[in-house]
Structures are given as structure tokens and as C-alpha cells.
């Protein structure tokens, strides 16, 4: 017995049994609630067989309307938990917590892949946009990291910032298949642009995707609307190979749902919200 136990201990120390280990740990992905499920959602398409830990914030979202200083400690709280959950990488599924602290979060922990998702500007500018509105939150649209990319660009486009915090809120109580409160609030941001001949919208913070069928509604025929998931999730891939720990095994990975809400009387269950989106989105 004594001599089995101590072969399993070699073998575990034995490189490509350690390489094997760390593939086949978790990638954890958090947003303030239910707006990364569209990042993870498109994370499982190119990466089906790696598992994933989806963190979902609710108890504290929306992180949009919040201070700095709170959006950092907040997301530095939920990397942690990720971290002590063993996984090898993070994704930040969330716009506004990217832009404010997907820096500290590299400085803090050096051994784990660390991916953030920003507004994809660039996406805009590359299809010919001149005119790109911004759909995002107030916090993403006041960060430097956002407005050093909008200075960078702004010689080859206007852009246009559109706060759409009632849009996460929407999303958070579980009114996306209701189609005349998400129809009616969108109608609100674009009344007055009718005029302005946006031809590109950025959807800058992962809640929004879920809205992508209503806004062409709202927009002129070959207006782009765009955003960075994809860019994400290639991202994460190419980090993954080159570091030689991307999951090979054959099966399809898990999805564990974890989310921070304490539930009150009449609220809807956030843990069953996420899992539902997931599914009516895939
Ligand atoms: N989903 C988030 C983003 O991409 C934030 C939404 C919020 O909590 O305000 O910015």
C-alpha cells in the first residue's frame, strides 16, 4: 500500500501527468451578473471541450453605475474566489470591470491567463464606420482606457457615447423576451439619432448582445453592429496553446453557474436566470 501511494506521488510530479493536470483545470469567467453568459457563450463555441466557472455578480450589479474604487474591490473579490477555485485562467466578461481593473488583476496574479473584453471600436472603424455609437456603461464610457482608444480613433470617425445602464437592469430582472420593455427602452436612446446616420454601433458592455435582434430594428439597413466577444474568445485560445494548456481531451467540458445573490422574497432566482439565458441564447 505504502509503495502505491508513493508511485502515485511520483507520478503526479511526472511533467506531462502535471501538464495534463493543469489543461484539464477550469477557466473562470465573471461579469456583474448575467451580461458575460454572452462571452461565455461564444468562449464554448470555439473551446468546447475546456470547463468553465461562470460567476455571475448579481448581488452587486449593476458595476456601471458605481465608483472606480468600488468596481476594482469588487472585481478583485470575485477574481480571488475564482483563483481559489484552481482555475488557469480568467476571463473578465465585463466591459466596465476590464477597464478598470484587468490591470491589477494581471499584477496580482502573474501564473494565470488573464483576458479582459473592451468596446471593439476597432471592429467599427475597420468596416468603414464614420459614425459609431458606443452603447455602454456610464462607468466603461468615463475610464481612460475607453476614451485613450476613442482619442486614438478619433480622427477617422466620430463616436458617439451612449450610457444604456436601464438595459442591464433589464437584463438582470429577466425582461429580455419581453419585447415591448426592451423595444420601448432602446427606441429612447436612438429617438433623437435618427437623423445622424450611424452607420456602425459598438456593443460595449456583454449585456447588450442580448439585445443585438431589437436594436436592427432601430438602425438603417448595413449599419454594423458589432462587438468583442469573438476577439475574446480567439484570444483566450491563442493564450491557452501557447502556453501548451489547452484541454485536448476528447469530451465536452462543464459548466459549473455560480451566483453571489442573496435571495429576497418576490426576487427572481439569478442561478436559474443564468442557466436560462444561457440555453436561449446558444
Ligand atoms: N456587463 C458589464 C459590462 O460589460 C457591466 C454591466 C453593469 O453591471 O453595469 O460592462
Redesign the pocket.
Known sequence: MLKYIRNMLNRRWDSKLFVYYIMERSIGVF???M??ISTLIELKKMLPNENFIYYGDSEN?????KTSEEILELSMSVAEKLVHRNVKAIVV??????SIAVKSLREKYKDIIIIG?EPALKLGIDAGAKNIMVM??N??LREKKFNKLADEYAKSCNVIKMPC?EL?QIA?NGFLENKDICKEQIYKYFKSYRESNIDAIVL?????LFYKNYIKEFVKDGCFIVDGNLGTAKHLKNQLLRRNILNTTSSIGEIEFINSQIKKTGEIDKLELSKKIYKMFY
Open positions: 461579469d456583474s451578473g451580461g458575460g450589479a449593476p458595476y456601471g453605475t466578461a465585463c466591459n466596465t470591470a476590464t473584453v455602454a456603461t462607468a466603461t445602464p442591464v438582470e460595449g458592455c456583454t449585456h447588450f
